[in-house]
């Protein structure tokens, strides 16, 4: 099966290789359409002005912590039914970048709502369930940086991965409902304007160029994990790295 | 196109500009760090097979 | 050990070993405990002892209280094992592993979670309660300690052995612990302000199903996870 060759590091590093440099090309380009209909053609909201402009960076970058965390949590199911070593390759690949999305879905959601809200940090349904990922995050790389054998961290990272991951619409539906017994009817919700294409088009363009983004940086990093795991073997050095 | 209107960003350009900014900064280094690792990386192996073989 | 016993004959006696164990190591039963008490006396110390401020953030206190209290008990469920070997005994005997884990669960579930049961009237007392929020915060404890021990012991047995476990666990679990605060204590308001908790509870009720059934066995397959 063709699919199964490239699971194998061998196959998968120069594949990788000759990859990037088209993925980094299409991330620019996408990337600069991105902020370029963001930041000029779309126009000032009704009621919250300039400031939707921050929706741009926020929205995707949440949709792209939850993306991550699930490709994550998939690539954790596969490793441990089928012990393919390259899926936590890319697990820990993924877990830095993942958290910075999550990172800056939540500063970026801080400054948003300041002007909407008056304050720095609400405790929003949306926010509180970021900071809830956030802390599934950091869980997951402290346990994987407190166990020293890797074997034991890549399938115990796995396990919290899977747990975390049915867990997190439970924990998302429960937030919700928290919030909104807690929350006057009259707060404006973070989701902002009516999506109007104007809106639409940068929003869409930006989570493309995020996706795009976030494949370059697991590329990059996976194959540095690999020059590390496989440092002593043949067919490193036989390809010249 | 109105540059100082632009730069202003109706009075919010903290939080407009910052939020790019910010994103920029996380992001980049999402980018850099591991690029320098691996072309570190790569470095040391070449100057071992160089050793060895 | 339990060699040639039936299921439910190695399940008892699991069970009445660990409490005898716990009987004999009282002090490990009685500091969570203390722990929880003192925990929710800080808070009148914190905020004031105004009743009406008291009554408004008791339930939320109290479940916080018992959730950490949980959280200091969980160390013990599996380090007496680990150290002296019997831990990878349990895993090889015939019988399944979960049963014997959920028996271990049970027991610290009697020990950690239902003392706290029984303790809370009178600190839903101290926190000037009404009756009707006193009875709910037993009830959500009752249905809720359980959770707590359940998805507790999957932590445990995650970082078996681990440097900085308490802390460590504590920071993978504390997530995972969330919906149960909110329903928990969203029943105990609701019930106080004439609202049906039903659903609440309900949710609590199911909640605790899925985990009984599922939590043992993943807590076995992390075992040998950490010991492998």
Same mark, same amino acid.
Request: glycine fraction near 10%; avoid cysteine.
């Given at each position: 099966m063709i699919f199964q060759k490239y699971a194998a590091a061998k196959y998968f590093y120069p594949l990788a290789g000759k990859c990037l440099p088209w993925f980094a090309w299409i991330t620019v380009l996408s990337l600069s359409a991105g902020l370029y209909l963001g930041l000029f053609v779309a126009p000032p909201d009704y009621q919250q002005g300039e400031t939707v402009r921050i929706m741009f960076i926020h929205v995707p970058a949440a949709w792209m912590s939850m993306?991550?965390?699930?490709?994550?949590?998939?690539?954790?199911?596969?490793?441990?039914?089928?012990?393919?070593?390259?899926?936590?390759?890319?697990?820990? #690949?993924?877990?830095?970048?993942?958290?910075?999305?999550?990172?800056? #879905?939540?500063?970026?959601?801080?400054?948003?709502?300041?002007?909407?809200?008056?304050?720095?940090?609400?405790?929003?349904?949306?926010?509180?369930?970021e900071l809830i990922l956030l802390f599934l995050y950091l869980g997951f790389m402290s346990l994987r940086s407190a166990i020293d054998d890797q074997r034991r961290a890549s399938r115990a990272g796995a396990v919290l991965l899977l747990i975390g991951v049915i867990n997190l619409p439970v924990i998302h539906y429960s937030v919700e409902w928290w919030n909104t017994l807690h929350q006057p009817a009259s707060v404006a919700r973070i989701d902002g304007p009516r999506i109007h294409s104007s809106i639409l088009t940068p929003l869409l363009i930006m989570a493309v160029a995020f996706k795009l983004f976030y494949i370059n940086v697991v590329l990059i990093r996976m194959r540095s994990n690999i020059l590390e795991d496989e440092a002593d073997s043949r067919w490193l050095q036989e390809q010249g790295a | 196109m109105n540059w100082a209107e632009f730069f202003n960003m109706g009075g919010h350009a903290f939080n407009v500009w910052g939020s790019y900014l910010l994103a920029f900064v996380i992001l980049?280094?999402?980018?850099?760090?591991?690029?320098?690792?691996?072309?570190?990386?790569?470095?040391?192996?070449?100057?071992?097979?160089?050793?060895?073989? | 050990m339990t060699h040639n016993l039936g299921l439910f004959a190695s399940w008892q006696r699991v069970l009445k070993r660990e409490l005898l164990l716990a009987y004999r190591q009282r002090n490990d039963i009685l500091t969570p405990l203390i722990f929880f008490i003192i925990v929710i006396s800080l808070f009148p110390l914190g905020v004031g002892p105004e009743p009406e401020t008291l009554r408004i953030i008791a339930p939320g206190v109290i479940w916080v209280a018992a959730l950490l209290a949980t959280l200091l008990s969980l160390s013990r469920l599996f380090n007496n094992e680990l150290h002296d070997g019997t831990l990878e005994q349990l895993l090889l005997t015939p019988q399944p592993a979960s049963v014997l884990v959920f028996a271990k669960i049970v027991s610290h579930w009697l020990t950690t979670g239902l003392p706290l049961v029984l303790i809370s009237p009178l600190l839903a007392l101290s926190l000037d309660m009404s009756s009707t929020a006193l009875i709910y915060t037993m009830l959500t404890l009752l249905l809720g300690t359980p959770i707590l021990s359940l998805i507790g012991a999957i932590g445990a047995a995650l970082t078996l052995g681990l440097?900085?476990?308490?802390?460590?666990?504590?920071?993978?679990?504390?997530?995972?612990?969330?919906?149960?605060?909110?329903?928990?204590?969203?029943?105990?308001?609701?019930?106080?302000?004439?609202?049906?908790?039903?659903?609440?509870?309900?949710?609590?009720?199911?909640?605790?199903?899925?985990?009984?059934?599922l939590a043992p066995w993943v807590t076995s397959y992390a075992l040998r996870v950490s010991l492998d």
């Open positions: 993306f991550v965390y699930a490709m994550m949590a998939g690539a954790a199911a596969i490793g441990l039914v089928w012990k393919i070593k390259l899926s936590d390759t890319f697990i820990t #690949a993924s877990a830095a970048v993942g958290a910075s999305f999550t990172l800056i #879905a939540l500063l970026t959601g801080s400054l948003w709502g300041k002007p909407m809200w008056g304050a720095w940090w609400v405790w929003d349904a949306r926010l509180t369930s | 980049g280094l999402n980018v850099w760090l591991p690029l320098r690792k691996y072309r570190t990386q790569q470095q040391k192996l070449r100057q071992q097979h160089e050793t060895t073989s | 440097r900085g476990g308490g802390v460590l666990l504590a920071l993978l679990i504390l997530p995972l612990y969330i919906p149960v605060l909110i329903f928990a204590t969203g029943a105990i308001i609701a019930a106080s302000n004439g609202f049906s908790a039903e659903g609440h509870l309900s949710l609590i009720g199911a909640y605790l199903i899925i985990t009984l059934i």
